[in-house]
């Protein structure tokens, strides 16, 4: 079995990146829509995962629809969501 070259490589993940913005990114939609009554910690990652796995009852509890393509927002969401991780427990705390 062939090993992919360096440049195929690049090429996947140059082209999974910018495909990324068409379905949407579920941290940026959740926390966008500030509203005390949501949960905000790690908001995208559990929007992704419970569509995910079918409840239906997230997307409802956001007010947003969810990405088109969960599975692959998923990890992306996750590192966002850790890196927003310090704003988002303030925002809870203290809102």
């Known amino acids: 079995m062939r090993r992919p070259t360096i440049i195929t490589v690049i090429y996947f993940y140059l082209l999974l990146t910018m495909s990324l913005p068409l379905g949407g990114c579920a941290t940026f939609r959740t926390l966008s829509t500030f509203d005390p009554e949501r949960p905000m910690i790690f908001s995208g990652t559990r929007l992704d995962?419970?569509?995910?796995?079918?409840?239906?009852?997230?997307?409802?509890?956001?007010?947003?629809?969810?990405?088109?393509?969960?599975?692959?927002?998923?990890?992306?969401?996750?590192?966002?969501?850790?890196?927003?991780?310090?704003?988002?427990?303030?925002?809870?705390i203290f809102h």
Request: avoid cysteine; glycine fraction near 4%; aromatic fraction near 14%.
């Open 49 to 92: 995962w419970n569509v995910t796995v079918g409840d239906e009852s997230w997307p409802r509890k956001f007010g947003i629809a969810p990405p088109r393509y969960p599975v692959i927002d998923l990890p992306f969401s996750f590192i966002l969501d850790t890196v927003m991780l310090p704003a988002t427990i303030n925002a809870e």
